[in-house]
């Protein structure tokens, strides 16, 4: 069975400062998605990641994937109060995508002024 | 571009009446889902098609039904509604494996139902 555990699980950090959220998931997958939930919205996608050692960023943030360690991280740079929200990791349960996503807990990150 | 549009938005349900969720996607996406979101548990697979007229179980299929048969749209079920099935449902789509071969092509979803048992 697949299992994918996010940490921290909450987060409260100030603007300006750097921190990282870490995915680890228990089996070998296809892919790995980042999203984004404000409170009471929908799921944003973020990024997806397709290969081993893989990098993407978009504006403060960057994700990276280390297949091997079964391992993602969400690195946010000097953080913003607009970055405030729950996010998601998430791994296709089988190749292709088909059988859906498996998602971590999320993590809850208030950032404050 | 509407996206995956979700009816209705709210609905709250006494204990053993049915209803059915409606999702419609506008993007010719092959694969469809719902998921249940639950505080502090992030999002479970409820049921998923592949296709037209083909549905299969999630993690957490108990007590749900699901029909697929226009490739646009997926209904989610309840036939005796329960409060254990309290939440936030959502629905997703995305391009088959096929079609998008290993792009980065995320699942899409949309706004969710908030339903309430009592």
């Known amino acids: 069975e697949l299992k994918v555990e996010q940490n921290p699980l909450f987060l409260s950090m100030q603007e300006g400062k750097n921190y990282t959220i870490y995915c680890n998931y228990s089996t070998t997958s296809d892919r790995l998605y980042w999203y984004r939930q404000d409170p009471g919205k929908s799921l944003e996608s973020l990024f997806v990641l397709l290969s081993n050692g893989a990098v993407k960023q978009e504006g403060r943030l960057m994700a990276s994937l280390d297949t091997k360690a079964r391992l993602s991280t969400l690195h946010i740079t000097a953080a913003v109060h607009d970055l405030s929200a729950t996010y998601f990791c998430?791994?296709?349960?089988?190749?292709?995508?088909?059988?859906?996503?498996?998602f971590g807990k999320g993590t809850h990150l208030i950032i404050q002024p | 571009n509407a996206g995956v549009t979700q009816t209705p938005k709210f609905r709250v349900l006494k204990t053993g009446q049915s209803m059915t969720l409606l999702c419609a996607q506008d993007?010719?996406?092959?694969?469809m889902y719902w998921y249940r979101q639950d505080p502090g548990m992030g999002l479970r697979l409820i049921h998923y098609s592949v296709g037209e007229g083909t549905t299969a179980k999630g993690e957490v299929p108990d007590g749900y039904n699901v029909s697929r048969l226009k490739k646009q749209n997926f209904l989610l079920g309840l036939e005796s509604a329960a409060p254990s099935q309290t939440s936030v449902y959502f629905c997703?789509?995305?391009?088959?494996?096929?079609?998008?071969?290993?792009?980065?092509?995320?699942?899409?979803f949309g706004d969710g139902t908030r339903l309430s048992i009592l």
């Open positions: 998430a791994v296709d349960q089988r190749r292709g995508g088909a059988d859906g996503l498996t």
């Open positions: 993007m010719n996406h092959e694969y």
């Open positions: 997703a789509s995305s391009y088959s494996s096929l079609v998008a071969g290993d792009s980065n092509q995320p699942q899409h």
